[in-house]
C-alpha cells in the first residue's frame, strides 16, 4: 500500500512539475512554482484525517486542472510553445517581484545604486559574504580545497557531480 502511494505521489509529484507553470489563480507558489495544497484540501471528507485514496484525489485534481490551463488551445497535450510560454510568464513574475524590491525610488526601473542596496541587505550580500561563506576556517584566505569543496557543496545543491 505504502508503495503504491508512494508511486502515485512521484507520478503526480513528476505531472506537477510539467504543469506547474499553470499556477495562474494559485497563489502562495512553493519554489518551483506549485502551491502546497492544505490539509483542509486534502481532508475531502472533513474528518480531520487524510487517507491515501484523498491525498491521490487531491492531487489528481490539481495536476489535471494545472495542465488543462497550460494547455491554451485545448488539444490534450503540451507542446514546448505552451510550457515554454507559462515558463516565460513566470520568469517575468519573479523579475518583477525581484525590480519591485530593490527598486528604493518607485519609479519601476533599477538603477545601479539601488541593486547594489538591495544585495547588501538581502540574501545575496555580494562578494564578502560569499567569500566568508567560502572560508570554511575562517582564516581570511581561500585555499584550493576550501574553494573544490564550496564548489561541490554547489553542484550537490544544484543536481550536478563535480569532476
Do not use: C, W, Y
Not at 16 to 23: G, I, K, S, T, W
Not at 120 to 138: S, V
Amino acid at each position: 500500500m505504502k508503495t503504491k502511494l508512494l508511486m502515485a505521489a512521484m507520478t503526480v509529484g513528476v505531472t506537477l512539475a510539467v504543469a506547474a507553470q499553470a499556477r495562474d489563480g494559485l497563489p502562495d507558489a512553493g519554489p518551483r512554482g506549485v502551491t502546497p495544497l492544505t490539509f483542509e484540501q486534502l481532508d475531502a471528507n472533513a474528518d480531520g484525517a487524510v487517507t491515501p485514496a484523498e491525498m491521490e484525489t487531491a492531487l489528481q485534481t490539481r495536476s489535471t486542472a494545472q495542465f488543462v490551463a497550460t494547455d491554451t488551445n485545448g488539444d490534450g497535450a503540451l507542446s514546448a510553445d505552451e510550457l515554454g510560454a507559462q515558463s516565460d510568464a513566470r520568469r517575468a513574475e519573479r523579475i518583477a517581484k525581484h525590480i519591485e524590491a530593490a527598486d528604493a525610488n518607485g519609479d519601476g526601473l533599477l538603477q545601479a545604486a539601488e541593486l547594489g542596496a538591495h544585495r547588501e541587505g538581502g540574501r545575496r550580500a555580494g562578494p564578502a559574504r560569499m567569500f566568508e561563506r567560502l572560508d570554511a576556517n575562517d582564516d581570511g584566505r581561500l585555499s584550493a580545497q576550501e574553494f573544490t569543496r564550496a564548489g561541490a557543496r554547489m553542484g550537490e545543491r544544484h543536481g550536478r557531480r563535480s569532476n
